[in-house]
């Protein structure tokens, strides 16, 4: 981060106050307000930190107007089309893209780690079929510190990478098994002669009864899908994950927070629910309603898979998506697919629409994700799984660069109190 010989001046309350101005390398500049309580014994709001970098990195960049996004300075659409998962999980974790002694040694790493402690049978066992395998992935990464308590200490660096490792290596176990038991299918044991995707997809969909070919247009789709999920910046799971990484708790326990936040349908939950929206509108003739609804005050329903809070433009990861959906669905013959007509003409009206253009609301990346996952063969309730599974990259290289930070310390945000001040006790006869 360089610092700017920039100040801005604050006068209030008789005060006057220089505060420093930082320059990031891209991005707005930022008001250094990290002394303004000391000398100037006010806070500032911002419910939401629609304006506030909670820290610096050098990981993802977004331009929320150019709909441009960076990782470690390369575009998302180049990673898409170039790279693969695992080359995207190491530029995203080092920071380079590495060379190809680098990515066969990482990708044999992560190979080598995907089976979970078998004890970890019994603990699916525990949950309900008909849990949401959200619920499970929650829980089961959480416990990962039981299982794995080897790579707990955070002051170790080794033991930072084997909890690295083990987390990426060993989610998509724990997704397709989370999936495999919420419809009573045994689970599928990884295999190390198959690259990442291929062997979640292979964990997922075979059974003992007969082999299982992979199709290799379908595990390009998946892996692609991996690696636009795989990191965005300060987003509300990514915060999380650092906000309880902070504490200094085990890197287990902090990415299960990740998940937990991810679940919601204002975050990545949005892709379950802009696929069950979809189907709900059914037809394009029943569009115009729904646009109507969005539109209305009264109404809480959202378009989901609309709109953003740093994308003010179109979501360059919906492009690359909207392309994986073309070809899916192509592949596999269902090009009229009803609920991909819906989708498009969906889009159309609503970019021509003034009402989104002015709220500058256009497709995100969980506009078109469920729809090729739905393609593939997954439910709507593995499709935060799949989200959760690829983000877990994310997480983990900002945990990585937060814990190496020398001024790292405890987040401990303070408030705007507007309750009763100090009143006295007042006997239950006398109230
Ligand atoms: C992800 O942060 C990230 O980077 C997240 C993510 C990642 O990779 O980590 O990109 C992944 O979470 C994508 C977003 C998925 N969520 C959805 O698709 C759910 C539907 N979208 C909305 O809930 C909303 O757009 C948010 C939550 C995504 C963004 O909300 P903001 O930035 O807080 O915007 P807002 O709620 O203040 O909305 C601004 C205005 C409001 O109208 P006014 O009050 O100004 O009159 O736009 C309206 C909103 O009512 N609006 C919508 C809308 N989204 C916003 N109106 C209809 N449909 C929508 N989808």
Known sequence: MADTNKTAKLSFDGKELELPILS??????????????????VFTYDPGFT???????????????????????YPIDQLAEKSHFLEVCYLLLYGELPSAVQLEDFE???????????????????????????????GV????????????????????????????????????WAYK???????????????????????????????????PILSRAMDRIFTLHA?????????????????????????????ACLWGPAHGGANQACLEMLREIGTVDRIPEYIARAKDKEDPFRLMGFGHRVYKNFDPRAKVMKQSADEVLDLLGIENNPTLQVAKELERIAIEDPYFKEKKLYP?????????????????????????L????????????????????IGRPRQLYVGPTARDYVDVENR
């Open 24 to 41: 990031p390398s891209a991005g707005p500049d930022v008001l250094d307000i990290r002394k303004l309580y000391a000398q100037g014994d």
């Open 51 to 73: 304006s506030t970098a909670a820290c610096d990195s050098t990981i993802t960049f977004i331009d929320g107007d150019l709909g441009e996004l960076l990782h470690r300075g």
């Open 108 to 138: 044999s790493r992560v190979t080598n780690h995907t089976m979970l402690h078998e004890q970890m049978v019994y603990f699916y066992r525990g949950f309900r079929r008909d849990a949401h395998p959200m619920a499970i992935m929650t």
């Open 141 to 176: 990464v959480g416990a990962m510190s039981a299982f794995y308590h080897d790579s707990t200490d955070i002051t170790d660096p080794w033991q930072r990478e084997v909890a690295t490792i083990r987390l990426i290596a060993k989610m998509p176990t724990i997704a397709a």
């Open 181 to 215: 038991f919420s419809i009573g299918q045994p689970f599928v044991y990884p295999r190390n002669d198959l690259d990442y995707a291929s062997n979640f997809l292979r964990m997922c969909f075979s059974v003992p009864a007969e082999e299982y070919e992979v199709n």
């Open 231 to 259: 990191d965005h910046e300060q987003n509300a799971s990514t915060s999380t994950v650092r906000l309880a990484s902070s504490s200094g708790a085990n890197p287990f326990a902090c990415i299960a927070a990740g998940i």
């Open 364 to 388: 995100n990346v969980d506009f078109y994700s469920g729809i090729i996952l739905d393609a593939m063969g997954f439910p709507t309730s593995m499709f935060t799984p799949i989200f959760a």
């Open 390 to 409: 690829a983000r877990t990259v994310g997480w983990i290289s900002q945990w990585k660069e937060m814990i190496a930070d020398p001024q790292m310390k």
